[in-house]
C-alpha cells in the first residue's frame, strides 16, 4: 500500500509557478503508477498527468500539457507536479493518487489510493 499526502499548494499569481509535492509511504512506491488529479468547485474531478511505475512514461490533460510536468523520484518515494505558465482556470483542489495500472492511467478509477489533496489558487 501507499498512503499519498499532499504539498505545495497555496496561491499565485495568473502566469506564474508553483511545485506540488506527493510524499508516499510504504515501500512499494515502484510498484504503482502515479496521477494527479484536480477538482474546481461545482466541477467532477478531472485527470492532470500521471506517470509509469518507472517514470518512463507520462501523459497529459490537453489543457495543461506544455504547461505542468509529472516527475517522480524513486529514492525519496515522492511525486511532483511542476506548474508553469498559470491561470485562473487551473484553481481547484489537486490531489496525488497511486495506480496498479504501472503503465499509467487517465481514468480516476483505476487508481486505488487518493491523499486529501492541496488546494491550487490562481489569481488574475
Known amino acids: 500500500q501507499v498512503q499519498p499526502v499532499e504539498s505545495g499548494g497555496g496561491s499565485v499569481q495568473a502566469a506564474g509557478p508553483l511545485r506540488l509535492s506527493c510524499a508516499t509511504s510504504g515501500r512499494t512506491f515502484s510498484s504503482y503508477a502515479m496521477g494527479w488529479f484536480r477538482q474546481a468547485p461545482g466541477k467532477e474531478r478531472e485527470f492532470v498527468a500521471t506517470?509509469?511505475?518507472?517514470?518512463?512514461?507520462?501523459y497529459y490533460a490537453d489543457s495543461v500539457k506544455g504547461r505542468f510536468t509529472i516527475s517522480r523520484d524513486a529514492d525519496k518515494s515522492k511525486v511532483y507536479l511542476e506548474m508553469n505558465s498559470l491561470k485562473p482556470e487551473d484553481t481547484a483542489h489537486y490531489y496525488c493518487?497511486?495506480?496498479?495500472?504501472?503503465?499509467?492511467?487517465?481514468?480516476?478509477?483505476?487508481?486505488?489510493?487518493w491523499g486529501q489533496g492541496t488546494h491550487v489558487t490562481v489569481s488574475s
Open positions: 493518487a497511486a495506480s496498479g495500472v504501472v503503465s499509467g492511467s487517465r481514468s480516476s478509477y483505476e487508481y486505488d489510493y
Open positions: 506517470i509509469s511505475w518507472n517514470g518512463g512514461r507520462t
